[in-house]
């Protein structure tokens, strides 16, 4: 993986946005939205992955835990850190739109 604002392809169809990446407690952690299958349009699909090395060759697997992303999300994306402490203020701003 080239970095923040680029493209990854994990297969011929599976391809995502890296919109957010952070260094946390040791380990590289990657926000990401999927794209289209022309990569010219974020579908509403997110993960976060966490960047493992062997050599000069990058893996990355999802994080899934519940605990962990709430600690992780909000680093990688400071604007969500207010909705997950209240979410009471995501649901009021869900029904405005």
Do not use: C, H
């Not at 604002?5 to 994990?10: E, K």
């Not at 850190?81 to 209240?86: F, T």
């Not at 203020?89 to 029904?95: I, R, S, W």
């Amino acid at each position: 993986m080239d970095g923040l604002y680029t493209t990854v392809t994990f297969d011929e169809n599976d391809k995502w946005f890296v919109a957010y990446e952070s260094m946390i407690d040791g380990a590289k952690y990657s926000y990401l939205v999927k794209v289209n299958e022309t990569g010219d349009d974020l579908l509403d699909e997110y993960m976060v992955m966490r960047s493992y090395y062997s050599g000069d060759e990058e893996y990355m697997d999802e994080i899934r835990d519940a605990e962990l992303l709430n600690k992780i999300i909000p680093v990688l994306v400071p604007e969500t850190a207010e909705y997950l402490k209240n979410p009471e203020k995501l649901k009021e701003m869900l029904k405005v739109s």
